[in-house]
């Protein structure tokens, strides 16, 4: 799926330049589609990593207030300060040119966090989710 997302972006990129591109939209948007069908009909796979652990171990948790409230990491400030890819290279002794790297490690975060509390356990590994509508993660 991040290589179609890829795809998508690098088309979007080059809509001011027409002439690189042949693929129709929404050719493209039933791609995908059809896609995102044959991950739900397989499940999905993730691999938790020692990176991932460490930036969680970093996580910056605070109160949310709203409603009922509930503990929530910080959206501006997630590993403590407010640059995230640079909090992310120096957590994870990347260099600064390592943005995009960076970028993707915080969005799997999400699914980390929610394999972690499923699993109750805090360990890297090879995980699958059998019905992507349910948080039923298991360690394979």
């Not at 039933?30 to 930036?55: N, P, R, W, Y």
């Not at 590993?79 to 995230?84: A, C, P, T």
């Not at 040119?97 to 109750?120: C, F, G, S």
């Amino acid at each position: 799926m991040d290589k179609l997302k890829w795809l998508k972006t690098q088309l979007e990129n080059n809509s001011k330049t027409p002439h690189h591109c042949e693929i129709k939209w929404k050719d493209l948007d039933e791609l995908f589609q059809k896609a995102e069908e044959l991950v739900l009909s397989k499940g999905i796979t993730f691999q938790v990593t020692e990176d991932h652990l460490k930036l969680l171990k970093h996580s910056y948790v605070v109160w949310w207030g709203a409603e009922y409230g509930a503990a929530a990491i910080d959206p501006k400030r997630p590993y403590g300060n407010s640059s995230v890819e640079s909090d992310i290279a120096e957590i994870l002794g990347w260099g600064e040119e390592d943005e995009e790297r960076a970028e993707n490690i915080h969005r799997e975060m999400k699914t980390v966090l929610q394999i972690i509390l499923v699993t109750q356990k805090f360990e890297p590994g090879l995980y699958h989710l059998e019905n992507p509508y349910t948080t039923d993660w298991v360690k394979i």
